[in-house]
């Protein structure tokens, strides 16, 4: 088994987190289970936020009167103290626990640090005096408050999406993590449902002995495949060097990760799953894709007024309407019976 210590927290656990924003699309009974057979097979690792709805209050359910024996992170989205604290409480409550290991601010448009004038880290300092939280962390999508996060030197971890398709820059992220002996949480591990092959995302993880995935978790069989990798950890071997290689070719530059932060869009055009059709249809069962309902989510793409909020909330600084345009053109080719 392999494990990961985050930083200097002293937190030590398996390779392989257990990512529990999926869990909110299953039933309360199901999701308990999942975490439980989790916890059984070596997963001692379970990320949540407030803004997943009823996360918490599942991992609070599975996993009480055995509180102790697992590490859990959330996250608030709040931007003043005043909501920062309603925030916590709220946790708290849900999770049913009076402390949470890994309380992160989630996705802040800035990184917040002491005398900022916002008194967000001000109020996690608190809570940690208070006992509430026992570490602070940030998690964000931009290159720049990752950077500022690492440099200030007032977090003990960052969530950051890495993934082997990663830039230069990201690896640089990473790298500083290590520097700086901060804890490095790796979302997005498999780019947003783009990698298909969840043995190479792993074994590339393996490489970073101070990177700890989370696995976006919501069946049993996925479960089943992470758990396979506690027993035993992919190691990287040349065939999936040559898989790896294949699939930055193919997924290099301007593609869209389904992360949905361009989101809402005022014309209700589920972008984060349109902007990629083109992908969909190619990396992942493609009569899935073709379904009445689909299709008519495609079809919402000719509503674009093209305001532009998307792409200026986009943080990969994708031109978000051109995307849709360029995967609906295909999309319609598709139906017409264009090969792929
Ligand atoms: S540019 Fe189009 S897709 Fe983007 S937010 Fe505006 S209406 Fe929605
Ligand atoms: S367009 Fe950008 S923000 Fe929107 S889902 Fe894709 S990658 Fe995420």
Known sequence: MAEVTLGTTGITVNKNGF????????????????????????????DTA??????????GY???????????ATKTPAVTAEDFWKDLETSLKMLDTDYIDIFQFHNPSFCPVPGDGTGLFEAMEEARK????????ITNHRLSAAEEAISSGYYDTLQFPFCYLASPKDLEIVRKCREKEMGFIAMKALSGGLINNSRAAAAYMGQFDHVLPIWGIQREKELDEFLSYVKTPPVMDDKIRQLIEKDKKELSGNFCRGCGYCMPCPQDIEINNCARMSLLLRRSPSKLQLTAEVQAK???????????????RCPYGLDTPALLEANYKDYQEVLNGKEI
Do not use: W
């Open 19 to 46: 990512g529990a924003l999926p869990i909110q699309r299953i039933g309360r009974e199901e999701a308990a289970y999942l975490l439980k057979k989790a916890y059984n097979n070596g997963i001692t690792f379970f």
């Open 298 to 312: 495609m079809k919402k793409i000719e509503d674009c007024i093209h305001c532009g909020q998307c792409a200026r």
């Open 50 to 59: 407030r803004m997943y709805t009823d996360s918490e209050e599942k991992i």
């Open 130 to 137: 208070q006992g509430k939280i026992r570490f602070i962390g």
């Open 62 to 72: 599975a996993f009480k009167g055995m509180r102790e024996k697992v590490y859990i």
